[in-house]
């Protein structure tokens, strides 16, 4: 009888342990965790492509950053988002003083001092900026949402330091990565759709100033028009618009000359015919749409790609990293990694709806909005329909700040959906 009770007992044992482990896998979150870590794998395989005929190889250590980056997120999926809350001023203290060090004892590269070396190692601190603008903007958000105008004041104040001490630097994708995530976090914290049409409105004068000038005639007073019937105190508001686009009309042509420097200028309109100068500034966005194309439906193969082996397209395990993921795994591939940036894009939004707080939620969205306007910005440069930013394409470009940073960003992502299945399931 002993006997046949201790049978009896391992037997019944295994259905307890299959459940348990069913239960395990079904608290992972496979789209969160699932899609970044495929994309770090194949990663992996592109920039060793690259770098076949290079007389070094270190894309192995994508997939060793890969690994602390993925332990770190755990770590940090484990600490509740509101924590950071009480850190606020560290956290800008830091990222602040980084970003200064850099100006002081930084390394330049490619046009840019953005890098510090500490200890052999390379670290970009305005690629870890962007978390800590994220908390910050989270954090004035949450307790001070846009009821009013004025209420704008505060989060352009908090984001303001920063992005210039990017900027100057000079990181026009950085920069451009700082103003996409105030102005999402901005309509997502409540501000109305007609107001951040008026916040973009400068920008798009600046563009029409410098490319179309008549165009103002129509453009300025369609915005004042709107400005007349959205803000509260209308001759106010009136006037501080139609004063900031004057000043923005009238500033494009000195800022265009003055403030950026002349391969910034030559970035931002070689895109549209970058065969005005094939050897030079167009040179890339040549190599790289041949590269693309040469792929056709199904790609050459993983390894087998020609211009990605014979090194034609400059910064291909970088920023051009698609090019070779287009070559080699054609426009199928391409597609499918596409599609799984937007599934975790979609992922992102239903983590920041369900979150439990308005700070958890402006968190989940920031980075959201962080990697999906790289994701686009870098596509769009590759295949040759927006400007080179030097932005780097999440998980997939080689480089170390920018992975770990992302992974940290997961980590956070991580940590809210976690504390909202627990809350869920407490009810």
Not at 69 to 80: E, F, T
Not at 214 to 230: F, H, K, N, T
Not at 310 to 323: G, N
Not at 389 to 396: A, F, M, Q, R, Y
């Amino acid at each position: 009888m002993a006997v046949l009770s201790a049978r009896g007992r391992r037997r019944g044992a295994w259905p307890s342990r299959r459940g348990a482990l069913r239960r395990r896998l079904g608290q992972i979150d496979w789209i969160l965790w699932g899609v970044p870590l495929g994309l770090c794998l194949i990663a992996g395989v592109l920039i060793a492509s690259t770098q076949r005929q290079a007389d070094y190889a270190d894309w192995y250590q994508h997939w060793v950053t890969a690994g602390v980056g993925m332990a770190v997120a755990l770590g940090l999926s484990r600490i509740p988002v509101g924590h950071y809350r009480h850190w606020q001023g560290p956290i800008y203290g830091a990222m602040v003083l980084s970003l200064i060090a850099v100006r002081l004892v930084g390394t330049s590269a490619l046009g840019a001092q953005s890098w510090i070396n500490i200890g052999g190692f390379y670290v970009q601190p305005s690629e870890f900026a962007k978390i800590g603008a994220i908390l910050l903007l989270a954090g004035v958000l949450a307790r001070h949402p846009i009821d009013r105008p004025v209420d704008l004041l505060r989060p352009v104040a908090v984001i303001a330091l920063p992005w210039l001490l990017v900027f100057v630097q000079p990181d026009l994708g950085t920069s451009l990565v700082f103003g996409a995530i105030l102005l999402v976090m901005l309509f997502w914290a409540g501000m109305p759709l007609h107001w951040l049409i008026l916040v973009l409105s400068p920008l798009v004068t600046a563009i029409v100033a410098g490319v179309f000038p008549w165009g103002l005639l129509a453009w300025v007073p369609l915005m004042a028009l709107l400005a007349w019937r959205s803000l509260p105190w209308r001759r106010l508001g009136l006037a501080v618009v139609l004063a900031v686009q004057g000043a923005s009309a009238v500033a494009t042509p000195w800022l265009w000359q003055h403030g950026l420097k002349p391969h910034q200028r030559e970035r931002l309109t070689m895109f549209l015919d970058p065969s005005q100068d094939p050897l030079g500034g167009g040179y890339h966005l040549l190599q790289s749409t041949v590269g693309i194309g040469s792929g056709g439906f199904w790609g050459m193969g993983l390894m087998q790609g020609q211009l990605t082996r014979l090194r034609f397209i400059p910064e291909q395990h970088t920023d051009f990293i698609f090019s070779a993921l287009g070559e080699e795994t054609g426009f199928l591939g391409s597609v499918l990694v596409v599609a799984a940036f937007a599934l975790l894009m979609a992922r992102l939004l239903r983590i920041a709806r369900q979150a439990s707080s308005d700070y958890e939620s402006l968190v989940v969205i920031g980075v959201g909005t962080m990697l999906m306007f790289q994701v686009v910005v870098n596509i769009n440069m590759t295949i040759g329909l927006g400007p080179i930013t030097g932005i780097p394409l999440p998980w997939l470009s080689y480089g170390r700040s920018s992975l770990l940073m992302n992974f940290m960003a997961l980590g956070l992502c991580a940590s809210v959906a976690g504390r909202t299945r627990a809350l869920q399931r407490w009810w």
